[in-house]
């Protein structure tokens, strides 16, 4: 008897744990986002709403009242860099991010508490920034959305968008350059002896971001990268740094070396562009 009870109450347990386990979908359904700005990832995770023939500005949410941006749990803005919000810096991490809504002008909130439901706890005193923003008129949205919009190399606009009203905030991620190079310096004092591909699409990276003020030290990437092992590649980017340095005698005899070097491969590397530079070098002599 004892026996068959405790099989009762295992059963039972097991029963319980599989209906705790169910996923229940939700009204305002999840949604994740994520863009990367230069070398920087930024990413957001909020509940959709929908208007649904409700009033929702000064309505189903209150001028002046702090919202969470969304439904269900806080809305959160993820960086994985510092950046800049509308020429404000926010450090990177993850933050509650909450807004307050009022007809000419929203308050944008980043909270270091990013783990609420929705902003009934939110604490003003665990501010990271708030910044000023202008809201806009638009065409209806019936599914609040937040959206990148107009991506470049080192600039974003957010854009809050639901029922007639969107909401935009830039995003900069400031030195991308600056940061990839620490790192490639970090990088080159750890290559490996037999490694000659790191060195040489380092010194690549700065002749093709035109960082003219590192070439000198480009070079001594390349040369690493050349002393390993000669390739039609690493000789190119020599050349070429050498050609932006105006060392036209130097960049000359480089680019010939490494046009023959190509011809001779197998398979034999396209030395045209190359060619052409060279002719070119060799009239402004």
Same mark, same amino acid.
């Given at each position: 008897?004892?026996?068959?009870?405790?099989?009762?109450?295992?059963?039972?347990?097991?029963?319980?744990?599989?209906?705790? #386990?169910? !996923?229940?979908?939700?009204?305002? =359904? $999840?949604?994740?986002?994520?863009?990367? +700005?230069?070398?920087?990832?930024?990413?957001?995770?909020?509940?959709?709403?929908?208007?649904?023939?409700?009033?929702?500005?000064?309505?189903? *949410?209150?001028?002046?009242?702090?919202?969470?941006?969304?439904?269900?749990?806080?809305?959160?803005? *993820?960086? !994985?860099?510092?950046?800049?919000?509308?020429? #404000?810096?926010?450090?990177?991490?993850?933050?509650?991010?909450?807004?307050?809504?009022?007809?000419? *002008?929203?308050?944008?909130?980043? @909270?270091?508490?990013? &783990?609420?439901?929705? &902003?009934?706890?939110?604490? =003003?005193?665990?501010?990271?920034?708030?910044?000023?923003?202008?809201?806009?008129?638009?065409?209806? =949205?019936?599914?609040?959305?937040?959206?990148?919009?107009?991506?470049?190399?080192?600039?974003?606009?957010?854009?809050?968008?639901?029922?007639?009203?969107?909401?935009?905030?830039?995003?900069?991620?400031?030195?991308?350059?600056?940061?990839?190079?620490?790192?490639? $310096?970090? =990088?080159?004092? !750890?290559?490996?002896?037999?490694?000659?591909?790191?060195?040489? #699409?380092?010194?690549?990276? +700065?002749? @093709?971001?035109?960082?003219?003020? @590192?070439?000198?030290?480009?070079?001594?990437?390349?040369?690493? !990268?050349?002393?390993?092992?000669?390739?039609?590649?690493?000789?190119?980017?020599?050349? $070429?740094?050498?050609?932006?340095?105006?060392?036209?005698?130097?960049?000359?005899?480089?680019?010939?070396?490494?046009? #023959?070097?190509?011809?001779?491969?197998?398979?034999?590397?396209?030395?045209?562009?190359? *060619?052409?530079?060279?002719?070119?070098?060799?009239? &402004?002599?």
């Amino acid at each position: 008897m004892k026996k068959i009870n405790l099989i009762a109450l295992l059963i039972l347990i097991f029963s319980l744990n599989a209906v705790a #386990q169910i !996923s229940f979908p939700r009204e305002s =359904q $999840r949604q994740e986002i994520i863009q990367t +700005v230069g070398d920087t990832k930024i990413a957001v995770v909020y509940h959709r709403p929908n208007v649904k023939d409700r009033k929702v500005w000064d309505g189903l *949410e209150k001028y002046g009242a702090v919202w969470r941006t969304g439904a269900n749990e806080n809305t959160t803005f *993820e960086t !994985s860099n510092d950046i800049k919000i509308n020429g #404000q810096t926010l450090p990177k991490g993850k933050y509650g991010l909450h807004t307050i809504p009022n007809k000419d *002008e929203w308050t944008i909130i980043f @909270n270091k508490v990013n &783990s609420e439901w929705g &902003s009934f706890n939110y604490d =003003q005193k665990q501010d990271a920034l708030r910044v000023m923003v202008k809201p806009m008129t638009a065409n209806l =949205q019936e599914t609040m959305a937040i959206n990148f919009e107009n991506v470049k190399a080192n600039t974003s606009d957010v854009v809050i968008a639901w029922e007639r009203v969107k909401v935009p905030f830039t995003i900069d991620v400031g030195d991308i350059n600056g940061r990839v190079l620490t790192d490639i $310096r970090t =990088q080159m004092g !750890s290559v490996k002896a037999d490694d000659f591909r790191t060195p040489a #699409q380092a010194a690549g990276w +700065v002749l @093709n971001s035109k960082m003219t003020a @590192n070439y000198e030290e480009a070079l001594k990437w390349v040369d690493a !990268s050349i002393k390993t092992r000669e390739t039609f590649g690493n000789l190119n980017i020599k050349a $070429r740094l050498l050609g932006g340095l105006n060392r036209q005698a130097e960049a000359i005899a480089t680019a010939e070396k490494a046009i #023959q070097v190509g011809k001779a491969a197998t398979p034999a590397a396209n030395t045209t562009d190359l *060619e052409k530079m060279v002719a070119e070098w060799k009239t &402004s002599k």
